[in-house]
């Protein structure tokens, strides 16, 4: 499990590098990712080439 601890390791080293921005653009961009609402269209087009592909 060593590797996995490596994997958080360079996660929380990644999150914390790009929380240090702090500027109004990516401020706005990580707020637009982090809504639900974004999403959708996404897991719209996703279910579409499934159903596509299987039918």
């Known amino acids: ?23 109004d653009f990516w401020d706005t961009i990580m707020l637009m990712i982090t809504r639900k609402e974004t999403w959708i269209p996404f897991y719209v087009v996703i279910l579409y080439f499934i159903l596509k592909i299987t039918g």
Request: glycine share 0%; net charge negative.
């Open 1 to 23: 499990m060593d590797w996995l601890q490596n994997i958080l390791e360079l996660d929380k080293e990644f999150f914390l590098y790009l929380n240090s921005f702090h500027n």
